[in-house]
Structures are given as C-alpha cells and as structure tokens.
C-alpha cells in the first residue's frame, strides 16, 4: 500500500467519524413514523423520560484513541415500580452526567438518585428524593413471560419527541441472545418491530398495564426485530437488589453441548429407550474438573426434562434449559440428572458467576482514555471490552493458551498500522496481538513503550500472535514518528496515562 498523504488522512478521519455514528446508532432502538400516538396522559403517568448528558463511549475512538470524549444530550424510557423506584436499562445511564427524568403529567425535570446498575441483565434502579414525584404515578406490575403471537405494546420516548409513543407489535419467539451491553447471552422475548432510540428502557405491555418486559435492544442486520429484557430476568435482578447489595446473575457452567438426535449416537453413550439428553462437549473454566466431564450426559435439569436438542418445557414453550437460570440467584443450588459413562448420577451445582472470557475482558472505563503508544507508525492499545466490541471477536487474533483474562491481565493489541513509506510491508497488519519485544513478553502497553522507549539504536523485533515477526531499526522508527504523527493529525505519540 502506497502513501497517499493527506487524502489517506482525510479517509481515515472519515472512516472514524462514520465509525462513531454507527455505533451510536446500532444500539437504539427504532419506531416507523405511522406507528407513532400519543398516550392518555393518567394512564401512561408511570412511564418516564430521561433526559441527560452522555459521553461518546470509547469504543467510539478506540481506533483513535488520542481523540478527546464529546458530550450530546440523549434520552431513554423508564417506568415506576413499588418502592418509589424507577426500572430502566443500564446502557441508558452509562456515560452520563446531569441525568434528570420528568413524568407525563408534567414539565418538571427532577434529578434522580442511583440506586442499582447491573451490567449482568443491562437494567438498573434510580429513585427521585422529591417524593411528591410519585404522588400521582400508579407503581407497574411485572408479569410472566407473554403467550406467543400476543399483541404487545411498547412504550417510549423516540429521540427528539418529548411526547410518549406507543407502538404496537407481537411476541414473536423466546430464546437466547447476546445482549449488547453485557455480552451474555441471556434470554430475550423477541417482537416483530424494530424501534429507535429513545424507548430503551421502555416498558412492553402484554394487554393491560402489567408489564411483560424492558425494550433494550434492536437486530441490526435485519432490522425488524426488537429485544425485550423479559420478566423473569427483571424479577432476578430486583430480588437481587433486595437487600441493596448486587451479586449478579449466575452463569451457564457450559461452553458447548452437543445435541443427541442421532439415535446410533444416543446408543453409543448408552441411553436407554426413551431417555433423552444433550451431550457436555466442554464446561466453562473456572469450575471443580470432577463437577462435569466431557461426554457427561445432561438428562434433567432440577426434574425438568432435558430433549435431545437441549430444550424444557416450561409455560407451554420449549425453552433452552439455560433459561432455568434466569430467575434465580447466584449461591442457589440446582441439580442435574446425569449419565456418565452409562450410569444415572446427580451432580449438585452452586450457581455462580464465572470467570470473563478473553471476549469479555476488562472495560476501559466510563472516564478514562484508552492507553495507546504510537512509533513508527504502529498504534499499539490494550485489549478492552470495548475494543471486541467494535472490531469483533471473530476478526481479532490473539495468542493461544487460555481463554480466562484475569484482573491482572492485558493483551497488547497492535491496532492497525498508519501507512508511510517507513512503515512499508506491515501496513496490512491490525488487530493481533504482540506477544514479545526482542524476547520478552509483554502484557500492558506501558511495557512495550518502556522498551521501545530504552533501546537507543540497532532492530527491535515485535513478535505477533501468529509468530509473524516485525522488525524495524529502532533508529528510523523513532525519526520518522513525528511527521506520521504530524501528517494524522495526532498530537502526541502516547496516551496521558504513559507519559
């Protein structure tokens, strides 16, 4: 690749901006104009507005991480439940300052106390001090999960409408999916409208005013397909809130089940006619080896039935046996009938939260900048919630050998190379992470800059994931640092934070 001066710089800074707008765009929800009504004032009375500052989230420069935050002002839903408490998403508050709600029956905005934020479930609890806010609001019940195929009704405030919304929709499916703030997969109720930003945190009516869900989050390929936080996941979290500590919620103890509907395959593992089951391929890392093994059988998860494709029946559905997990509590027990090697046992789990995945490492932080060094026209940043987030953890190449990140961990990512005639060869490199500098492993980014930072002359050799090489002469990679930087626009080659 050539470079292409300042009509490379000019895409590069367009390709942040258009970055930073599809993010904030991906994560709202979307309502069609038509579909749009005003609400009756007393009835709807508990459904809110929030009206705040937000800070550009990080993940929005963390390819351009020398970028300051902005602020803008955004909005979200919520409702009130008993306790003079308010029920709204965790993503709704996040980055914020000056957060403020007002109700429909008036222009007032009141300042509002957090009480509980839980990434685990992407819900949180604000109160308001000024009590006389709740005299005229009627506390919203949380119900079951909706019957399939029932008409639903979403609640909301859509970006730049100050007036309530309701959009009528239908429960289409129950099932898993990765929520996006979090990235748990955790259970959904699925409904065929897709809705803009300003109803997160929105409550879904199932035909009265009892509350079948939280609208959180959108399909972004399709774009027909809204998210909703159902209600057992909703009474976990504020059961856990209870006596006002959090612990979480608890976690799948599997990485990956294999299904049994090959009968040659269920004879094999030795079930018996009419016996069904999942196989246990791996379990998560973090648990006793002797819990469960690999080619465990799971044949019922607290005498509930486990079929073949590793669903229960519960409420008239077939649910993912994992959903039995959604309304319970972390330090409760569940056991699990299982065939192991062809003989029926019982294992007792205690429900607990589970070591992060390597895709679920730290996050940077609500008020701090990405730490990033930049030599020779290599960005250099850390591995972050955030990062994976915007790159994809499919498109990411990291080292092998454990997927845990623990607390003291960091990856060194080379983030992409700023092309320039020096830097010619390595130009195609990004999103791999630096194992080694000249011989010695590295774990933060302020390592590899104090190397970087002490050799004064000959080559310096970055050792990739892939045990791809770079090797430069640490002499012109310090020499022609500065015009790259002068040529991007980037005002200095470290982040505050390594200075």
């Not at 008993?82 to 709600?101: F, K, S």
């Not at 009704?153 to 099932?175: D, E, F, H, K, S």
Request: with cysteine; aromatic share 6%; glycine share 8%.
């Amino acid at each position: 690749m050539r470079n292409t001066g300042p009509l490379m710089m000019n895409s590069f800074r367009l390709s942040v901006i258009a970055a930073a707008l599809l993010t904030a765009v991906s994560e709202c929800l979307n309502v069609s104009a038509e579909e749009k009504q005003p609400a009756a004032p007393l009835q709807y009375n508990p459904v809110v507005r929030f009206t705040l500052q937000q800070k550009n989230r990080p993940i929005q420069v963390i390819n351009c991480p020398w970028l300051t935050h902005n602020y803008y002002e955004s909005s979200g839903a919520g409702f009130v439940i008993d306790g003079d408490r308010i029920l709204t998403c965790a993503h709704v508050l996040e980055n914020t300052t000056n957060v403020m709600v007002r109700k429909l029956s008036s222009d007032t905005l009141f300042p509002v106390q957090v009480l509980h934020v839980c990434d685990d479930s992407d819900l949180a609890l604000v109160t308001v001090a000024d009590k006389s806010f709740f005299s005229d609001t009627q506390a919203l019940a949380i119900k079951d999960l909706p019957n399939l195929k029932a008409p639903v009704q979403v609640a909301g405030y859509p970006m730049g409408v100050t007036n309530l919304c309701l959009t009528n929709a239908m429960a289409t499916g129950i099932r898993l999916t990765r929520y996006t703030h979090p990235k748990k997969a955790r259970p959904v109720i699925c409904l065929d409208s897709y809705l803009v930003a300003g109803f997160s945190g929105g409550p879904v009516f199932a035909g009265d005013l009892t509350v079948a869900g939280v609208a959180f989050q959108a399909e972004r390929e399709e774009k027909k397909t809204t998210h909703v936080i159902p209600g057992p996941v909703i009474r976990q979290f504020l059961a856990d809130a209870g006596d006002g500590t959090l612990a979480g919620a608890p976690d799948w103890p599997f990485d990956v089940l294999a299904p049994l509907e090959n009968p040659d395959m269920r004879k094999s593992f030795k079930l018996g006619a009419g016996q069904t089951g999942v196989l246990v391929c791996s379990a998560r890392e973090g648990l006793p080896s002797k819990l469960f093994r690999k080619d465990d059988v799971l044949l019922a998860l607290d005498s509930n039935l486990i079929s073949n494709t590793g669903e229960i029946l519960q409420r008239g559905l077939n649910l993912d046996a994992s959903m039995l997990f959604a309304e319970k509590q972390v330090n409760e027990k569940v056991v699990f009938d299982v065939l192991r090697r062809g003989k029926p046992i019982k294992v007792e789990y205690t429900l607990q939260r589970l070591p992060p995945l390597a895709i679920q490492c730290r996050d940077t932080g609500c008020d701090s900048t990405p730490a990033y060094f930049i030599t020779g026209g290599l960005l250099f940043t850390a591995l972050s919630r955030d990062y994976v987030k915007l790159v994809g953890r499919e498109n990411l190449v990291l080292a092998s050998g454990g997927t845990v990140m623990t607390d003291g961990d960091r990856r060194v990512m080379l983030c992409h190379v700023l092309p320039d005639e020096f830097n010619e060869g390595y130009q195609q490199i990004k999103d791999i992470q630096v194992v080694e500098v000249n011989g010695r492993q590295v774990k933060t980014v302020r390592e590899l800059k104090d190397i970087v930072d002490r050799q004064k002359s000959g080559f310096i050799t970055f050792l990739l994931a892939d045990q791809t090489p770079v090797i430069l002469d640490v002499g012109k990679m310090k020499a022609a640092t500065p015009s790259i930087l002068e040529l991007y626009g980037i005002p200095t080659d470290r982040s505050s934070n390594l200075k």
